[in-house]
């Protein structure tokens, strides 16, 4: 699977958009990307995932430019609640082979 | 989205002796998987457990010290035998939905004096 590379750590405004950027330069064409968040002392939750197209669900948005090296994780208001550590993933998309290879991810701390 | 649980949810332990964790999910899935998370530090895939079949462990995670269960599609058990200081982590079981999501559960704390 492709490497991720995320910032460390960032703030943000409660109410306002957090865009959390994450590199992966390497990824090949059968790779989805996915985001997942995890909260304090509980066990990490799935966000969303996409392969090329941008997606959106009741959580997040996902921006992958067209040459699929880099992408946004977007919480269009973001509240304090979504204080986590971010974990962006590339996952090879064959069938049968779930496996998520977790990097550092960035701490996401939102302020009010 | 499954709902999983897990027991206990954290224990204290003494060095070498074995604490036998349990993973319940809530329908039945073919994959789950168990991962590790040691103190200030991300997640690492311990093993694959199918149903039917032995786990299929990732490296540097052997099967005499974490030998894992997977009577049916709903259950698995991860044991940590002779434990040590260094096993203390948070030990946390996944299972992959139909539509290549992963769905975790709470997790279980373990500490080893």
């Known amino acids: 699977d492709a490497k991720t590379t995320q910032p460390t750590s960032m703030d943000c405004a409660e109410g306002r958009a957090a865009n959390l950027p994450c590199n992966h330069s390497?990824?090949?064409?059968?790779?989805?990307v996915y985001w997942y968040r995890q909260i304090h002392s509980q066990g990490p939750q799935y966000i969303i995932h996409?392969?090329?197209n941008n997606e959106t669900n009741e959580m997040a948005s996902l921006i992958i430019t067209e040459d699929r090296k880099s992408s946004t994780l977007i919480l269009p208001h973001a509240t304090l609640r979504d204080t986590a550590v971010y974990y962006c993933i590339v996952r090879y998309s064959r069938t049968n082979d779930y496996k998520l290879s977790f990097g550092a991810g960035t701490t996401v701390t939102v302020r009010a | 989205s499954a709902v999983i649980s897990q027991k206990p949810s954290r224990d204290i332990c003494q060095r070498g002796t074995s604490l036998t964790i349990q993973c319940q999910v809530d329908s039945q899935v073919t994959m789950m998987f168990w991962y590790r998370q040691q103190p200030g530090q991300s997640l690492t895939l311990i093993a694959t457990a199918n149903q039917g079949s032995e786990a299929t462990y990732e490296s540097g995670f052997v099967i005499d010290k974490f030998p894992i269960s997977r009577p049916n599609l709903t259950f698995s058990t991860l044991t940590v035998s002779n434990m040590s200081p260094e096993d203390s982590s948070i030990y946390l079981c996944s299972v992959a939905s139909s539509r290549n999501e992963q769905y975790f559960g709470p997790g279980t704390r373990l500490t080893v004096t």
């Open positions: 390497t990824i090949s064409g059968n790779e989805y």
């Open positions: 996409g392969l090329k």
